[in-house]
């Protein structure tokens, strides 16, 4: 089972793409392997005219379907989620997300623009028929920090949210493998048997 990391940033560097590569990094600690995806690598006229003939966009489009899960990350501006990660999730198939757990995490500029996640991003991620959405993870620019001696430093209760986070999909994708494990055979109809 494999996860995708998915950066809505439009920028480089992003604080929520740094805070997407550290969910991986944990995630990759529990025995995970992922893949990442950023839509701003993706040439923006075949992004913004759908062209769905383009081979990058079919790369991306191939790779959300092999995922077993998607970690989706933006920055909020304006109290929705990216511009950029709006145009690519508009290009997945109706059912794009069918069958896959989702972790969608973002960053903004204060508590404000948390709901964002929650009424903006997660009735999407919902609509693309995603099997759960797991509870969002929201952080603010001061609780993301960085620095090119330091690395990436996260406030505690980031930390901690990011760690249940991680802990969680983790967990849900065991007992998903562990339910595609088992093999059932289907009992025809015409075999049950009812005991009244």
Known sequence: M????LAGSPAAPSRSTRLLHYTGEKLALLGHRYSKLEVR??????????????????????????ASA???ATPVYKAA????????LDLLPQFGL??????????GGSQSHMLALDYALRPVLSSLAARHVLP?????EAQVQWSEQEG???????????????????DSLLALQ??????????????????V
């Open 2 to 5: 494999t996860i995708l990391l």
């Open 41 to 66: 690598d993706l040439p923006g006229d075949a992004l913004l005219r759908a062209d769905f003939a383009h081979p990058a966009i079919q790369a991306a489009l191939a790779q959300v379907a092999q």
């Open 70 to 72: 998607v970690v989706v």
């Open 81 to 88: 989620y990216s511009g950029a990660l709006k145009a690519f």
């Open 98 to 107: 069918t069958g896959k757990l989702v972790l969608p995490l973002a960053t």
């Open 136 to 140: 969002s993870i929201y952080a603010t």
């Open 152 to 170: 990436l430093s996260l406030d505690q209760n980031v930390f901690q949210r990011i760690g249940e986070g991680v802990q969680q999909l983790s």
């Open 178 to 195: 562990k339910v595609s494990s088992h093999d059932f055979s289907p009992i025809p109809f015409s075999q049950v048997r009812c005991s």
